[in-house]
């Protein structure tokens, strides 16, 4: 079987976040309604802006245009991933740790799929979150390989 689309995107991009010093935290190729999106979340530690998106966009798009590997037509987007970032990669929860985060897990842990509440740890087989209920605070343990998705949380006050 032929590689993905986001395998083929993942490898043409290497060079050129490397050179620009950027990160990528996700790729994405879905169909909404009759549109198909190829969509690239890059970062870096003071957050892209504008040029870096159009940089990357640019350079990603003449590399797409030389080797057309995508059958169908559809819009390029290359954007930073917003202040509720997926976490993906363990260095993704290592820089979260502290920091709000929502979790949703396959199956229902303690009797919930979803959490959440501060990331006080992180390792290859769990995390440790503090989560609010009502009045009071809980520590709750989630193993890893039940994660389903995992993102930063904007906390509204």
Same mark, same amino acid.
């Given at each position: 079987?032929?590689?993905?689309v986001?395998?083929?995107?993942?490898?043409?991009?290497?060079?050129?976040?490397e !050179?620009? !010093?950027?990160?990528?935290?996700?790729?994405?190729?879905?169909?909404?309604?009759?549109?198909?999106?190829?969509r690239?979340?890059?970062?870096?530690?003071?957050?892209?802006?504008?040029?870096?998106?159009?940089?990357v966009?640019e350079?990603?798009?003449?590399?797409?245009?030389?080797?057309?590997?995508?059958? !169908?037509?559809?819009?390029l987007?290359?954007?930073s991933?917003?202040?509720?970032?997926?976490?993906?990669?363990? !260095?993704?929860?290592?820089?979260? =740790?502290?920091?709000h985060?929502? =979790?949703?897990?396959?199956?229902? =842990?303690?009797?919930?799929?979803?959490?959440?509440?501060?990331?006080?740890?992180?390792?290859? #087989?769990?995390? #440790?979150?503090?989560i609010?209920?009502k009045?009071?605070?809980?520590? =709750?343990?989630?193993?890893?390989?039940?994660?389903?998705?995992?993102?930063?949380?904007?906390?509204?006050?």
């Open positions: 079987m032929s590689k993905k986001t395998e083929i995107v993942e490898e043409l991009l290497t060079d050129i976040l !050179q620009e !010093q950027l990160e990528l935290v996700d790729i994405e190729y879905v169909k909404e309604g009759k549109s198909w999106f190829l690239v979340f890059i970062d870096k530690e003071n957050g892209v802006d504008i040029e870096d998106c159009g940089l966009s350079k990603l798009g003449e590399k797409l245009d030389a080797i057309d590997p995508i059958p !169908q037509n559809y819009f987007e290359v954007s991933p917003g202040a509720e970032r997926p976490l993906k990669k363990p !260095q993704d929860f290592l820089r979260a =740790i502290g920091k985060v929502n =979790i949703k897990t396959y199956e229902p =842990i303690e009797g919930s799929k979803e959490f959440e509440g501060t990331l006080l740890s992180y390792d290859e #087989k769990e995390i #440790k979150l503090s609010k209920i009045t009071r605070t809980k520590e =709750i343990t989630l193993p890893t390989e039940k994660i389903a998705k995992a993102r930063l949380a904007v906390i509204f006050s």
